[in-house]
């Protein structure tokens, strides 16, 4: 996997989960830019067109995705929901429009953020849980539904609590283990406590099927 420069625990843990996904074909990026180092996690042979709000981004599609999106029924064998949905008043029609556009069986596959600092772009409207993106992705024709948590637990909020303390990412890339490995140590002294992943997820990956 490629090294991407973050100090962020909960992108390093997004940019891991983002290089086992492998699409074939056409890709539409909704909310991303020509810039965004997760491209080129994604595995097989496909075109990624960009799609944003804003075109200062760099991208090659502008359009709104709380509203129509400019593309036809069944363009797309997969589009990236990146840290995108916590953003958008509207997320329904985002999704909706997504299953409209992908092709069959093709992959909506994406990231939110849950135990995450409010981070304005230009909003920040929501937090979801597991059973939130379930029913939002059942609700909207999705099928094969996976979510996994990201982070490791409870240290890793921690981590992100003090990020600003983090200056430089040589720092970042030194600390963050000795978090995971608390949140190891951690989950071996107690199983089973509410201090994990599972209760304190820094956030989800998703991906779901048009069947």
């Known amino acids: 996997m490629p090294i991407l420069k973050t100090k ?13 996904l492998s699409i074939n074909g056409k890709i539409l990026d909704v909310g991303g830019s020509k810039k965004s180092g997760y491209h080129k996690l994604i595995r097989g042979r496909h075109e990624i ?14 359009f709104d995705a709380q509203k129509k999106w400019p593309f036809d029924d069944a363009s797309f064998d997969g589009v990236l929901f990146v840290n995108l949905l916590e953003h958008l008043s509207k997320y329904e029609v985002a999704v909706q429009e997504a299953f409209r556009t992908l092709r069959a069986e093709g992959v909506l596959a994406g990231v939110v953020p849950f135990m995450f600092n409010v981070h304005g772009s230009p909003h920040d409207y929501f937090r979801f849980t597991r059973s ?7 609700r909207a024709g999705f099928s094969n ?12 909020v921690i981590y992100h609590c003090l990020i600003g303390f983090v200056r430089t990412v040589w720092l970042a890339r030194v600390i963050m283990p000795i978090f995971k ?21 820094l956030g989800y990956y ?4 048009k069947g």
């Open 8 to 20: 962020s625990f909960l992108r390093v843990e997004e940019y891991k989960i983002l290089s086992n």
């Open 49 to 62: 067109i960009t799609g944003n709000i804003d075109p200062s981004y760099g991208i090659d599609v502008v």
């Open 132 to 138: 939130a993106l379930e029913d939002i992705f059942t």
């Open 145 to 156: 539904i996976q979510i996994t948590e990201l982070g490791t637990g409870a240290f890793s």
């Open 181 to 201: 490995f608390a949140d190891r140590i951690l989950m071996r002294l107690k199983p089973g406590n509410k201090m994990g992943p599972k209760n304190m997820p």
């Open 206 to 209: 998703f991906e779901a099927e």
